[in-house]
């Protein structure tokens, strides 16, 4: 079992739709970060959250540090949307893993027009 | 001015042979990465540098060799290339070791072993 799972891992929506996507971890974290990859292949960063809820946009993520769980919001999803998107956390202060991130495999979306 | 860039972005090659991808970033981040995803998507990290030193060195076969020459380059060279080194790479900086700041990618190097 991966220490990041993301759900779910392909996703297909109509224009227009609010989209969730879910990440759950079984590490301590210093931080967790959503990316998100195009099919050209870039990845850009879209979010790093150490608490509580971060919005940018049409985009919405929010952290339960308790539950060690992410979600990652789509509101009024759009074809230019589609991409992967992926879930990473960053170790903790001190020991072999500071400074280091561990991805989820990743979900796949796509939004019809 | 791309803040992250990597070189070559593709690159086939015959088993056997060594190759070098190059990473430059111009943001005057202190450490540098490399990643390596695979067939389905999935990164993991092989390396990371802080202002020269390696600080992360995952299990990672030998042929693999990063190297530093000042904090804004991160070269990564490989040595007898293999068929499962087949693999997109992704070159990568942040302004610290903190797992809390923001990465920024390089756009990626497709790396094809035939």
């Known amino acids: 079992k991966n220490e990041v799972e993301q759900s779910p891992q392909n996703l297909t929506a109509q224009e227009g739709e609010f989209i969730t996507i879910n990440c759950s971890y079984s590490?301590?974290?210093?931080?967790l970060h959503w990316l998100q990859q195009h099919p050209g292949g870039g990845i850009v960063s879209l979010f790093m959250?150490?608490?509580g809820k971060k919005k940018h946009g049409r985009l919405i993520a929010t952290i339960n540090i308790q539950e060690k769980h992410s979600s990652l919001h789509i509101t009024a999803s759009h074809p230019r949307d589609s991409a992967v998107y992926i879930c990473?956390?960053?170790?903790?202060?001190?020991?072999?893993?500071?400074?280091?991130?561990?991805f989820g495999q990743g979900t796949i979306l796509t939004v019809h027009p | 001015d791309t803040a992250v860039s990597q070189t070559p972005k593709y690159l086939v090659t015959q088993m056997g042979n060594d190759k070098s991808i190059k990473c430059e970033q111009n943001?005057?981040?202190?450490?540098m990465y490399w990643y390596k995803q695979d067939s389905k998507k999935f990164l993991k990290i092989m390396f990371s540098?802080?202002?020269?030193?390696?600080?992360i060195n995952e299990t990672v076969p030998n042929r693999f060799s990063p190297k530093s020459p000042d904090k804004a380059h991160l070269n990564l060279h490989i040595n007898s290339l293999e068929l499962g080194d087949s693999a997109v790479y992704f070159c990568?900086?942040?302004?610290?070791?903190?797992?809390?700041?923001?990465?920024?990618f390089g756009e990626g190097s497709w790396l094809t072993v035939v």
């Open positions: 990568a900086s942040s302004l610290d070791r903190y797992s809390g700041n923001t990465i920024y």
């Open positions: 590490v301590g974290i210093s931080a």
């Open positions: 959250l150490s608490s």
């Open positions: 990473a956390v960053g170790g903790g202060s001190g020991g072999t893993s500071y400074g280091k991130l561990t």
């Open positions: 943001l005057g981040h202190d450490t």
């Open positions: 540098y802080n202002n020269k030193e390696l600080i």
